[in-house]
């Protein structure tokens, strides 16, 4: 007799080709001429049977990928909100338990300010508009803090009667996040030491000979972006002939591994013509698998001002050896000018002498002239030596120094004109009172106006001006006086004050006028300097304190 549990069973067989197959059988009883028969029914179940198994694995799938996955995976039902199921790293990541997080909805945990966002997302899903979304918003933890994820939600399939689901996908990013905030930072922080500093930033392809600007140096520089080539060879047709070499040999070194970084200070030509001091710092920071270097980055850095800080400053120096240099001669011309005249003197008496005892004599005549000629120039030189000693029989008075400028160019306006030399005036508003005395700043005035006409001989331009000034927290007046004409070389502009010093010819004078220029100046508590470029015409710059 056949059991209930005997009825219906699965079976597995084989084929006469020896492949395996399922099989459901049925068994039933039935008694036939006195004999209890059992009859069954077979039926192929092959292909439910792989079925099955499919779906169990894909069941195990699920599961495995949904218990174990490395990123939180949360169903959420889209028309209410509440939360269907999580998986633990989800729970883990919120900071709450499975069952808790159940018996909430997804707006409960997201951040305020990012709630509607992710609602406008979710409605362009349930309208069919968009298949999913990815977003980043906020998650609030149970003790306030927030934590960032980056959220990929899609509609679960349903069936007709079921309520829609979102599966959302979670990724926890708030060391990205913060990690690129402190990186915007430090971006921030260093672009604003660049601009502070004037550093601007390069990069180098070497294998292509393409160089990446900063586009604040292309800026500085005076070009668009559009018309500069950023090609090393556009570097280089920028870079001051002199220095070219220099600048060749240091990235040489520096790709031959010879040096652990690029340093080289050179001039860079801008759009506007003006040369501008650049210190260019680089490293090759990427190779090629045989070790060739790559790519290389790098600053510039406008130096200008710190070159022209150590012009002066060599300058100053210079300036403060001539003031040496002239305070010795001083102290040597005071101690030997009476010892030199004194047998200067004899001479001249005992030539006239001659000269009276001799009319006759034409020869004696002229030979005596010529001797009176070279004592008068001895006592020139020595009489501007003697001058230039005496530092203590000024007599100042305080006053408008400006006027006694007015009276000096008086002097000489009609006498430049016939040279063909033209006077311009340049008075500031500022009136002040300085302390000076009055024949020595003439002798000043009319020293440089002089000057001035002497290396005009074609003809030109004195500019005179003044202004108000204030040099290390004080004031002076700055008067200047600027000619057009022939201008001097730097070797010579750095001797102009050196005693004896002169490029006139010989007897046309002393060496001395400058020189005397500049201790007065000195004795009246001020400054002198020039500036001048050959062929482009001569300033002088004096700036004389103003009185209390």
């Known amino acids: 007799k056949i059991s209930p549990d005997k009825a219906l069973m699965e079976v597995e067989a084989r084929k006469k080709d020896g492949s395996p197959v399922s099989i459901e059988l049925t068994l039933t009883q ?14 192929d179940i092959s292909d439910r049977k792989e079925a099955e198994r499919q779906r169990k694995e894909s069941e195990g799938r699920f599961k495995t ?19 269907l199921s999580v998986n633990p790293r989800f729970a883990e990541m919120v900071g709450r338990d499975s069952d808790e997080l159940l018996t909430l909805d997804w707006m409960s945990i997201t951040h305020p300010d990012d709630v509607q966002e992710d609602l406008d997302n979710m409605a362009l899903v349930n309208s069919g508009e968009i298949p999913g979304f990815n977003m980043t918003k906020r998650y609030l933890l149970p003790d306030n803090s927030i934590i960032w994820v980056s959220i990929t939600v899609h509609k679960m399939p349903t069936s007709e009667n079921d309520c829609p689901t979102h599966l959302c996908m979670v990724e926890d990013i708030t060391e990205r996040i913060e990690s690129d905030k402190k990186r915007l930072e430090s971006e921030v922080q260093l672009r604003m030491v660049a601009e502070a500093t ?32 950023n090609t090393l060879k556009q570097c280089k047709e920028l870079v001051y002939p002199d220095d070219l070499s220099k600048l060749e040999n240091a990235l040489d070194d520096h790709i031959k591994g010879e040096t652990e970084i690029f340093e080289v200070e050179y001039r860079t030509l801008k759009k506007s013509g003006e040369w501008v001091w650049t210190l260019d710092k680089g490293k090759v920071l990427e190779w090629d698998e045989d070790g060739k270097p790559l790519r290389a980055y790098g600053t510039f850095l406008n130096i200008q001002e710190r070159k022209e800080a150590e012009g002066m400053m060599v300058s100053a120096q210079k300036q403060i050896m001539a003031a040496q240099k002239l305070a010795g001669v001083g102290e040597l011309a005071a101690g030997v000018s009476h010892e030199v005249l004194n047998p200067v ?9 001659l000269q009276r005892k001799t009319t006759d004599d034409a020869n004696i005549q002229n030979f005596c002239n010529k001797v009176k000629h070279e004592i008068e120039r001895i006592q020139k030189i020595m009489g501007s030596l003697l001058a230039f000693s005496r530092k203590g029989d000024s007599e100042y008075q305080k006053g408008q120094i400006r006027e006694e400028m007015e009276k000096t160019l008086i002097l000489v306006e009609e006498e430049f004109k016939l040279d ?45 001006g003044c202004r108000g000034v204030k040099e290390a927290d004080k004031d002076f007046l700055q008067f200047t006086f600027s ?16 005693p004896f010093f002169t490029t006139k010819p010989e007897g046309e004078g002393t060496g001395m006028g400058l020189s005397i220029i500049h201790g007065i100046i000195g004795e009246h508590g001020g400054k002198i300097r020039v500036e001048s470029v050959e062929g482009k015409g001569t300033t002088f710059i004096i700036s004389l304190p103003i009185a209390n």
């Open 420 to 464: 063909n030399i033209k006077i311009v005036k340049d008075w500031c508003g500022t009136c002040a009172d300085i302390l000076f005395d009055p024949d020595k700043i003439r002798q000043v005035f009319l020293n440089l106006l002089h000057n001035a006409k002497h290396a005009m001989p074609e003809g030109g331009t004195i500019t005179v």
């Open 198 to 229: 004037e550093i601007y930033f390069w990069e180098w392809k070497i294998n292509t000979g393409e160089v990446i600007h900063d586009p604040r140096w292309i800026k500085f520089l005076g070009y668009s972006e559009d018309e500069f080539k």
């Open 30 to 43: 039935m008694e036939q001429r006195g004999e209890l028969l059992a009859i069954g029914l077979v039926r």
């Open 65 to 83: 990928m949904f218990e174990e996955n490395p990123l939180g995976v949360e169903v959420i039902e889209s028309l209410t909100g509440k939360i």
């Open 483 to 498: 000619d057009t004409g022939t201008g001097m070389s730097e070797e010579v502009r750095l001797k102009i004050f050196e």
């Open 345 to 353: 003197n004899i001479i001249s008496v005992h030539t006239q002498m």
